[in-house]
């Protein structure tokens, strides 16, 4: 176990807002678990691409460190990974890729840790976590023990899970399961890679992957960012034919019989939203979904600027704009 106190929030979320995190504690293991004092529970930390820290954090925050990947063949063309949570994202991505092992190229570049991507159940390019995730090892601070919760309980939907809500706060992911696959599956709907030949590698989808999401999103090493800022709304297809009939152009995709998604980004683009910027903070020129820390944004800029978007957009379609990202108040609590 590894104590730090008093840390610079900008090493911590990758929005790089300017404030101080009390202590965060890098657990690597269950012995480790086992012995933090989770009376009150701590906050859960990975590598902070989709949690921005509004205000100083007086609460512990945990990390699980751990990183080991342990390869199941269950038969020869069949491959479970368990991975801890601790490794980051895209690099099981790369070396599933490197091993020709079919299932989460589509997913590669996205930013975080391997614990976080069950949590809003990762998705992007037609393929989502849900879709190769085996099983969650989850450890609950009260019994101090670890579950685990095959994929048929874990409640995933678009950018949710069980542990956005009946867990959260009730522990933390130690491992996943993940299943891939020596048998290509190319997943070539989305567009960008609907252009690609049927019989492509694993390793074109992973560059076309990589130069698709290179082109649109800015690298939040240079421009801070927390990747998409909203949810892409889901609204019944009756609402969304009266919208057509006054917004001709707006864009929809299907769910089921019932629900359509709409574009966050294109309600917001409509808005006058792409490329906005007061002082510090604005919204990415390219893309006005990705809200951008130009380097001294300020919490409440940031707020106002939510706010303004939320009501320009309810004003204009009736349709209220929900955070995908954590915003954190001093407590530890969801800000909205
Ligand atoms: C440029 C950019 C592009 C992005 N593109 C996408 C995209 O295409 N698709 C997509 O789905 N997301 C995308 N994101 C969002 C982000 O990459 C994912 O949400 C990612 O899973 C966050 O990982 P993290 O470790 O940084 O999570 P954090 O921000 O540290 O945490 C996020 C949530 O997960 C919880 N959590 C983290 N670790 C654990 C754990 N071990 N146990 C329990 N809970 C845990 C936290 O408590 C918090 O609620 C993007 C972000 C950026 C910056």
Known sequence: MHILHD???ELYSTFRLKTRLASVIEVSCLADLVQLDTTAAPLVLGE??????????TKPIVRFTGANITEHWLDEHSCLLHVEAGHNWHQLVSLAVQQQLWGIENLALIPGSVGAAPVQNIGAYGVELADVCAYVDYYHWQTKSIQRFAVSDCAFGYRDSIFKHQLAGKGIIVALGIMLSTVAKPVLSYQGLDTLPLNSTINDIYQQV???RSSKLPDYR????????FKNPVISSHAYQQLQARYPAIPGFKLNNRDVKVPAAWLMDQ???????????GCYAKQPLVLVNHGNGMAEELLALIADIQSKVYQAYQITLEPEVRLLNSDGQHYV
């Open 48 to 57: 902070g691409s989709n949690t921005i820290f509004l205000q100083a954090q």
């Open 210 to 212: 990589i130069a698709i």
């Open 7 to 9: 840390q610079p929030a």
């Open 271 to 281: 808005q006058g939203f792409k490329g906005y910027r007061h002082n510090d903070i």
């Open 222 to 229: 240079q421009l801070a960012n927390c990747g998409s800022f």
